[in-house]
């Protein structure tokens, strides 16, 4: 690490106020100078939305009197979020941007779907190493502590030893005390989905609606994923790519008649 | 291809009543049985969001009166209207999903923002062959006619020859008369990325807003990728998984003491 403090871009998907984000700016504040652009309300399953089709608020806000970091609340998604504090808000390019941390897991295929990934994949997109934290425990007073010595751990070492451009990490902790936490594994994306059920019901006017409803099913008995990882009391790390291309399947459709 | 006529889920990013899905359907009824489950109002760069915090709404329509295709309009993403269709409205899991045409490009990194996309994706997750269609003309009266049979040939091919599972295509046509198309390559995404420039203005009450521009940038002088099949008068089909994992970098972060 440089003796110059990095600056560090801290986002989320839960909004501004989520404790989660709380206790990432915390830590952040001890490595380096803090910018905070998050939304300003949850934004969780947003995926990688972008703001097209509406305008973007962003407003300078201090939400804690005797904290260094600098804030900022948009009105946009989490990617959005990213995108108004590279091209907007920093004085220049962040040495890293860190997302989270999440109130519930981005696991397996969770990635796809999650606001959190999708604010750090959007950092790696402009090349800025760039992480994302989760916790599982969806509770909003879920505890933090026994996390933050991991992502300390995990950041300082990305800091110094760096990755190749195009790669960001996908940082899921184990809702357990500190003690049981074994430590941390570097893992690949479980096969999983999600098998929905809508929970159908009708509302005051006769009109028929659905909630979203499901329940992830895991596909993958391999020892040397994400889900195994979280199950077994480790911290998983997975280094996450955005070319999505399945590069081994090109042969077999050029063998199609195209 | 059986003797029984697939099943065919028909959706789209930009809504129920855009042209590029007219088209997809008019194709689409040539081919099999065909199901529309479609937004019910424009969802272009909502990426792969899903709806968990609000209701969901799913109607039966009829717009036109003397096709043969069943249509619902949903007032959820992309994404929900594929889970809908596959679990509350679809007799039997389809034998194809097909999302589009957009009206614009999906190539290279837009395939992460992508509602068109997303939902091709989306049904991947749940095991179905997918593809999403897109065409480089974002205007509402483009020429869909010059996509036809290139469409046609490709979904015939995908179901006749199958592709592994957890593999959905992305195709991206280029803006071109039918005789200067040349054909179709199967590529890989380029590397690029969105250089943001945000719109600041000021509202009537003297709030700062934003509207997010910006320009794609190719970082990628590949000739295998979709921007050059594109650039060079091909429709481009990217092989698309949803594994993230960046599996190469593994073995560099193990280095790190964590």
Redesign the interface.
């Known amino acids: 690490m440089s003796l110059k403090k990095p600056l560090i871009l801290v986002t989320n998907d839960d909004g501004i106020n989520a404790p989660g984000l709380r206790t990432l700016i915390k830590i952040m504040n001890t490595i380096g100078e803090v910018y905070v652009v998050a939304p300003d309300s ?1 934004q ?10 509406d ?4 407003n300078k806000i201090k939400v804690a009197e005797h904290e260094p970091q600098t804030e900022y609340s948009c009105s ?1 998604t989490p ?2 979020c990213v ?2 504090a ?3 808000i920093l004085k220049r390019k962040p040495d890293l941007c860190v997302s989270g941390i999440n109130h519930g897991s981005n696991s397996s ?1 969770n ?3 999650s606001g959190t990934m ?1 604010a750090a ?1 959007e950092a790696g ?3 800025i190493p760039s992480i994302g934290f989760s916790l599982l425990d969806y509770s909003l007073d879920a505890d933090f502590e026994p996390s933050e010595k991991h992502i300390k ?2 950041v300082t ?2 800091l110094e ?1 760096g ?2 451009k ?2 960001v ?2 940082v899921n902790i184990p809702k357990l005390p500190e003690q049981e936490i074994k ?2 594994k ?4 479980a ?1 999983g ?2 098998a ?3 929970d ?1 019901r009708t ?1 005051p006017l006769g ?6 409803t ?1 329940k992830f099913v895991n596909e993958d008995q391999g020892e040397d994923t994400d889900e195994w990882a979280l199950e077994n009391g480790y911290v998983s ?11 081994h ?2 042969k ?7």
């Open positions: 949850p969780s399953g947003m995926g990688h939305a972008i703001t097209i089709n305008t973007l608020y962003c946009g990617a959005d995108k108004i590279v091209n907007e295929i990635v796809i779907y999708s994949v997109t402009q090349g751990n995990i070492q990305y030893k990755l190749q195009g790669v990490l996908n430590g941390i570097v893992c690949r994306q096969k989905y999600w929905e059920e809508f159908k509302n009109r028929d609606y659905y909630w979203l499901g790390v997975v280094p996450v790519q955005f070319d999505l291309t399945a590069h399947v090109i077999d459709i050029n063998t199609w008649e195209l």
